[in-house]
Structure formats: structure tokens, C-alpha cells
């Protein structure tokens, strides 16, 4: 593989634009699911939340950083990689290392984006028909999915940075909007009730919550991008941040407002209108941005296996239009995005938010240590061992204990949030017409 650096200084990513890039990519549906999600949980959900905010940021900081020793101990990690987050399991676990981040990568990513899809689809039915005109949801997959085509031929997010700007600024906007839609509403909701939690809907609700605050599969092209990537810790701590900001305030209104009459979506909760119809055309617009930021990774790996020029030619139009043409079948086939969303977020999403990460970053430091052991061979027993124990305790303890922790917690609260799903996707009341067999078909 090719380690020619294809950015030049002047052109790479700064600390604000990287935290963007992240911000853009990972704010969006967590404005429409998880006021729903807190109402499955509890108010406890709002804590969870700023929880899993603070441990993602914790594991996309360490992620940066088990990159960053990749490239000081490989000659093939230097410069631009096109998949560097496969080539980080590969350095660390070998080919089952590379393989298993590739198969979570490529599943959270698509499936991503056809959670995208099918929202900015039903937005814009929703939006159509409140302006007196009825257009099927199956025709608006159709549209969107042509709209984005040449959006994705941009090559890698340093090219595409002014979309990362669109979303987030559209997102913000979304928010604030939505804050003062609910607090104008809340003087007709006579009295707020919320529901009782149970293990299934606290499972799914974990999922959803994981997938809202999950951007992990595309941080290390982030990383990749930068013009220091040593800078990325501080992308990702900002990134969290408005992340944080965005969601918090909407989630809150959300719950104390309505309670259990919330929906999947809470769009449909705030009353009809103008500031109903801006929200709307603002989310879909994130939405149509985001798909072009979380598809990219898949698009490059795409590209890397079928030897596609990383030039702009027409070899990466038609792969690329290719696997739009994927995401679209997913998306006119696919039952309620809720679950995809829960499933998703509770599967490969957790394994590369909170698994791999920690995994990675721990063995690359004992990677670090054992090429840095050579060097002191020729010295006395005492200063052998010394220098050893600096080397293997290069990780504090609190850090080793949080580690372990956050692993035991991802993959228990994983393997529960997509049992849950799956039971709740194969389930008799979940199962929608795909849109091939019936295209006149409404969103559901």
C-alpha cells in the first residue's frame, strides 16, 4: 500500500473544522429518537446519555491515539491511509483484527445511511403533504437517493468539508427551533404522564442512545485528514461538546412536555406549522449531508478493493453510484427505522465505539513497549528492568480499570439492546411492505 501523503499542509483539517466534521456527522437522529428514548428509560435516560457522551469521547480520544503509535511504529501507517481503522485492527490482531473491524465498519456505516435515507424520506413526505400535495415515501427514497449521487464523488472529508458545516449548522438550527416549538406547546399539555420502564424498551433505548452518540467507524478518516493528527483528541473532546448541547435541551423539552405520548420521531409530536415545517426541511437537510460524511469510509474501502484511481474518474462515479444504489434497496426494503436504529446501535456500533478502541489502543502500547525493549539490551540487569516497568506501566491504573469497565459494559449493554431489536424487527406488528412490492406505500 501506497503511504504517499495526499494532503498537503495547507489543506488539511484544523481542530474546529475536525470537531465539525464530527459534530455533523454524529448529531441528527439523536434530536429525533432520543427524546423517546429517555421516555423508554426513565429520567435516568438524560444521565445515561451524558454518560455515553463521556465515553465516547473517552474511547475516539484513545482511538487517535492507538492510530497516532501505529504511524510512529509502521512505515505503512505514515501519511494518508484510506482505511486506516482496519489497517489499526490488522497492526493489532492481525487478519481477524482487520476483518472484524471491516464487517462492523461496512454494517454500521450502511446501515447508517439507510437509517438516514428513510428519515429524510419520511420528513419530506411529512413536509409535502402539509403543503397540500401527497407523494408517496417510497417515491422520496427514489428522489433523494438520485439527489445525493453526485454529492458522494467527492473524494476523502477534506474535500467535502463545507457539507460537514451545512449539517452541523442545520442541526443547530434544527434544535433551537424545536426547543421553542415544545415551550410554546407545553401550556396545552394539561398534565405530563410517563410510562413504566421495562428491560426490552431500557435495551432498545440503550441502542438507540449508542447510535445517536456513536461516529467512531469515520473519526479515524477524520483523523486522517488533519493537519496534525496529534490535534484529533481536541476535535473529539469539541465535537462532543456541541454534540452534547444539541442534545440535551431538545431531549429534556421532549420528556417533560409530553412523557409517553412521544413518538419514534419527535417531529410528529410538535404541533403543525411554520416553525413544524422549518424543523423539518432543516433535519432532512442534515440528514442528506450526514449520509454523504458516513458513507465515505465505505466508499473509499470500496474503491481500495476494486483498485479504483483515487483520482476523480469515471470509475469512482459509477462505484460510488453503485453503492448508493445499495443503500436506496436497503431503504425500500427495511421495516421502522427505530429498530434498525436500536439494532445498529446496539451491534457493530458498539463493538467499534467502546470494544475496539480500548482493545486497540491497549495492545498498540504493548506493541510500543516490545519494539521500544530491543534498545536496552546491552544494558545492566537493573536498568533493563527499570526501563521494562516504565514501559509496561505507561497506562495508569484508573485508566486500566476504566477500560476494562467500559469493556465489560459495552458488551453486555450490546448484546441486550440488539436481542431486543431483533426480537422487536422480527415481530408480526413490525413488518412493513417493502416499497418494490407496493410503491404508493406511505412511511410507517
Known amino acids: 500500500m501506497t503511504t504517499t501523503p495526499l494532503i498537503h499542509r495547507e489543506r488539511g483539517l484544523t481542530i474546529p473544522s475536525t470537531a465539525v466534521f464530527i459534530a455533523g456527522e454524529i448529531a441528527g437522529t439523536g434530536i429525533l429518537a432520543l427524546p423517546r428514548a429517555v421516555e423508554d428509560t426513565g429520567w435516568a435516560g438524560l444521565i445515561l446519555i451524558v454518560l455515553c457522551a463521556v465515553l465516547s469521547a473517552y474511547t475516539g480520544i484513545i482511538l487517535g491515539e492507538a492510530w497516532t503509535l501505529a504511524?510512529?511504529?509502521?512505515?505503512?501507517?505514515?501519511?494518508?491511509?484510506?482505511?486506516?481503522?482496519?489497517i489499526l485492527g490488522?497492526?493489532?490482531?492481525?487478519?481477524?483484527?482487520?476483518?472484524?473491524?471491516?464487517?462492523?465498519?461496512?454494517?454500521?456505516?450502511?446501515?447508517?445511511?439507510v437509517v438516514f435515507l428513510l428519515l429524510a424520506a419520511e420528513n419530506m413526505e411529512t413536509l409535502v403533504k402539509a403543503l397540500g400535495h401527497d407523494i408517496s415515501f417510497c417515491f422520496w427514497l427514489l428522489m433523494i437517493a438520485g439527489f445525493l449521487v453526485p454529492f458522494t464523488w467527492f473524494g476523502t472529508p477534506k474535500d467535502f468539508w463545507l457539507i460537514a458545516y451545512g449539517a452541523t449548522i442545520a442541526t443547530a438550527s434544527a434544535a433551537v427551533i424545536i426547543v421553542v416549538s415544545i415551550s410554546l406547546d407545553a401550556p396545552k399539555q394539561i398534565s405530563t404522564q410517563h410510562q413504566k420502564a421495562d428491560f426490552k424498551k431500557i435495551a432498545l433505548a440503550l441502542g438507540t442512545i449508542v447510535f445517536a452518540l456513536g461516529g467512531h467507524p469515520a473519526f479515524p478518516t477524520f483523523q486522517m485528514d488533519m493537519k496534525r493528527q496529534k490535534d484529533f483528541k481536541k476535535a473529539v473532546s469539541c465535537g462532543f461538546i456541541i454534540v452534547s448541547l444539541l442534545y440535551i435541551p431538545v431531549t429534556s423539552a421532549g420528556y417533560f412536555v409530553y412523557g409517553k405520548s412521544l413518538n419514534d420521531n419527535i417531529l410528529t409530536n410538535l404541533p403543525t406549522g411554520g416553525l413544524s415545517n422549518a424543523v423539518l426541511?432543516?433535519?432532512?437537510?442534515?440528514?442528506?449531508?450526514?449520509?454523504?460524511?458516513?458513507?465515505?469510509?465505505?466508499?473509499?474501502?470500496?474503491?481500495?478493493?476494486?483498485?479504483?484511481?483515487?483520482?476523480?474518474?469515471?470509475?469512482?462515479?459509477?462505484?460510488?453510484?453503485?453503492?448508493?444504489?445499495?443503500?436506496?434497496?436497503?431503504?425500500?426494503?427495511?421495516?421502522?427505522?427505530?429498530?434498525?436504529?436500536?439494532?445498529?446501535?446496539?451491534?457493530?456500533?458498539?463493538m467499534l465505539d467502546f470494544i475496539c478502541p480500548i482493545l486497540f489502543h491497549m495492545k498498540m502500547h504493548q506493541l510500543k513497549a516490545e519494539a521500544d525493549k530491543p534498545a536496552t539490551q546491552n544494558k545492566t540487569l537493573e536498568t533493563v528492568q527499570a526501563s521494562w516497568d516504565e514501559q509496561t506501566n505507561h497506562i495508569?491504573?484508573?485508566?486500566?480499570?476504566?477500560?476494562?469497565?467500559?469493556?465489560?459494559?459495552?458488551?453486555l449493554a450490546g448484546v441486550a439492546a440488539s436481542v431486543s431489536a431483533i426480537i422487536n424487527i422480527v415481530s408480526p406488528d413490525s413488518f412493513s411492505t417493502p416499497c418494490y412490492v407496493n410503491i404508493s406505500r406511505a412511511a410507517t
Open 71 to 86: 504511524a510512529e511504529l509502521f512505515e505503512d501507517c505514515k501519511g494518508h491511509v484510506q482505511n486506516p481503522y482496519q
Open 90 to 113: 490488522q497492526k493489532t490482531y492481525g487478519k481477524a483484527g482487520r476483518y472484524a473491524v471491516s464487517i462492523c465498519l461496512h454494517i454500521t456505516m450502511f446501515g447508517g445511511a
Open 281 to 350: 426541511l432543516l433535519v432532512t437537510i442534515h440528514l442528506l449531508l450526514a449520509i454523504v460524511i458516513v458513507v465515505s469510509p465505505v466508499m473509499q474501502e470500496v474503491e481500495m478493493v476494486l483498485h479504483v484511481p483515487r483520482g476523480f474518474t469515471w470509475k469512482r462515479c459509477v462505484t460510488r453510484t453503485l453503492v448508493v444504489a445499495c443503500i436506496l434497496f436497503m431503504a425500500e426494503t427495511v421495516p421502522k427505522f427505530n429498530s434498525l436504529l436500536s439494532l445498529i446501535g446496539g451491534s457493530s456500533l458498539t
Open 396 to 411: 495508569p491504573l484508573w485508566r486500566k480499570v476504566l477500560n476494562y469497565e467500559i469493556l465489560a459494559i459495552g458488551v
